[in-house]
C-alpha cells in the first residue's frame, strides 16, 4: 500500500512540473508523460481536480493548473529584492497597461519567470506560473534578451531566429504571436551599462482589446518600467553571465 501511495505521489508532482510549461494539456498528453493507462492518469487529474490545483476546461477536455497551486509556493520567499522592489514595479506596470507583467531572467539557454502579477487578465488564456523556464528563442522575453546580451548564449542559429533578433534590435523590443487565441507578447531587455541582463514582458489579446495593445505605447511603457528595475536589480543579478549552451 505504501509503495502505491508513494508512487501515486510521484506521478502527482510529475504532473503538476508538466502542467508548469505546458498549460492546458489533455488526459491523452498526460497518459504519455507518465506512460500510464487511461484509468489510472484519469484517476490522478481527478485527484488534482478535486484538491483544487487543476480545473477541466469544457471546450476540449483539457486540463489547466488552478488557483489552488498558489498556496504550494506561498511559504517560500524569493529574492527580496524580487518581492520588495520589483513587484511593486511589476504591479503598476500591469494596472497601467491592463495586461500581465513578466520578469525573465537568463539560467543557462533558457529565460525564467521569476516575478509576475498576480491577476490574470480574463482576455488570456493559459497561465505562465513564476518558475516557468523556456528556451530563449521561444519567448519575446528571450528574445529581447538575446537582442542586447554581449555576449549571448549560443543558440541555434538559422535564418528565422537572426530575423527575430534583428527586429528586436531595430525596434527595441521583441515580438511573438503566440499558436493560440490571438495572444502576442512583447518584452524589452533590462539593461545594466547598456547590456541585457533579463528581459520585461507582457501578455496582449491584439483582437480582443486593440485599443490596449499598441506596441509603440507598450514599448514606452516597458522601457521605463525595465529601467526602474535595473536600478533595483543587486549587482550578482545583473552581472550572472548564463551558461553558454551548443547550438
Given at each position: 500500500?505504501?509503495?502505491?501511495?508513494?508512487?501515486?505521489?510521484?506521478?502527482?508532482?510529475?504532473?503538476?512540473?508538466?502542467?508548469?510549461?505546458?498549460?492546458?494539456?489533455?488526459?491523452?498528453?498526460?497518459?504519455?508523460?507518465?506512460?500510464?493507462?487511461?484509468?489510472?492518469?484519469?484517476?490522478?487529474?481527478?485527484?488534482?481536480?478535486?484538491?483544487?490545483?487543476?480545473t477541466?476546461?469544457?471546450?476540449r477536455?483539457?486540463?489547466?493548473?488552478?488557483?489552488?497551486?498558489?498556496?504550494?509556493?506561498?511559504?517560500?520567499?524569493?529574492?527580496?529584492?524580487?518581492?520588495?522592489?520589483?513587484?511593486?514595479?511589476?504591479?503598476a506596470?500591469?494596472?497601467?497597461?491592463?495586461?500581465?507583467?513578466?520578469?525573465?531572467?537568463?539560467?543557462?539557454?533558457?529565460?525564467?519567470?521569476?516575478?509576475?502579477?498576480?491577476?490574470?487578465?480574463?482576455?488570456?488564456?493559459?497561465?505562465?506560473?513564476?518558475?516557468?523556464?523556456?528556451?530563449?528563442?521561444?519567448t519575446?522575453?528571450?528574445?529581447?534578451?538575446?537582442?542586447?546580451?554581449?555576449?549571448?548564449?549560443?543558440?541555434?542559429?538559422?535564418?528565422?531566429?537572426?530575423?527575430?533578433?534583428?527586429?528586436?534590435?531595430?525596434?527595441?523590443?521583441?515580438?511573438?504571436?503566440?499558436?493560440?487565441?490571438?495572444?502576442?507578447?512583447?518584452?524589452?531587455?533590462?539593461?545594466s551599462?547598456?547590456?541585457a541582463?533579463?528581459?520585461l514582458?507582457?501578455?496582449?489579446?491584439?483582437?480582443?482589446?486593440?485599443?490596449?495593445?499598441d506596441?509603440?505605447?507598450?514599448?514606452?511603457?516597458?522601457?521605463?518600467?525595465?529601467?526602474?528595475?535595473?536600478?533595483?536589480?543587486?549587482?550578482?543579478?545583473?552581472?550572472?553571465?548564463?551558461?553558454?549552451?551548443?547550438?
Amino acid at each position: 500500500m505504501r509503495t502505491v501511495s508513494v508512487r501515486a505521489l510521484q506521478r502527482g508532482l510529475t504532473i503538476l512540473e508538466y502542467f508548469n510549461q505546458h498549460d492546458g494539456t489533455t488526459v491523452t498528453e498526460i497518459m504519455g508523460v507518465l506512460g500510464a493507462p487511461h484509468a489510472t492518469t484519469y484517476r490522478l487529474l481527478k485527484t488534482l481536480c478535486d484538491e483544487g490545483l487543476l480545473t477541466k476546461g469544457n471546450e476540449r477536455g483539457e486540463y489547466w493548473l488552478a488557483a489552488g497551486v498558489k498556496a504550494l509556493s506561498e511559504g517560500y520567499q524569493s529574492e527580496p529584492w524580487l518581492l520588495q522592489d520589483a513587484m511593486p514595479i511589476i504591479e503598476a506596470l500591469s494596472n497601467r497597461l491592463q495586461w500581465p507583467v513578466f520578469l525573465m531572467l537568463p539560467r543557462g539557454s533558457q529565460m525564467v519567470v521569476r516575478a509576475k502579477n498576480f491577476a490574470p487578465s480574463p482576455l488570456i488564456k493559459g497561465e505562465i506560473p513564476t518558475g516557468t523556464a523556456s528556451e530563449m528563442t521561444a519567448t519575446a522575453g528571450g528574445l529581447a534578451y538575446l537582442a542586447f546580451a554581449s555576449p549571448a548564449p549560443a543558440m541555434p542559429d538559422t535564418a528565422a531566429v537572426r530575423k527575430k533578433i534583428a527586429q528586436a534590435q531595430k525596434r527595441g523590443h521583441a515580438q511573438l504571436d503566440e499558436a493560440r487565441d490571438d495572444v502576442r507578447q512583447i518584452a524589452v531587455p533590462v539593461l545594466s551599462d547598456a547590456v541585457a541582463c533579463g528581459a520585461l514582458m507582457i501578455r496582449t489579446n491584439m483582437r480582443a482589446a486593440p485599443e490596449l495593445g499598441d506596441p509603440e505605447t507598450i514599448h514606452d511603457a516597458l522601457v521605463a518600467a525595465a529601467a526602474k528595475i535595473a536600478v533595483c536589480m543587486p549587482a550578482a543579478a545583473r552581472n550572472a553571465s548564463p551558461l553558454h549552451a551548443t547550438a
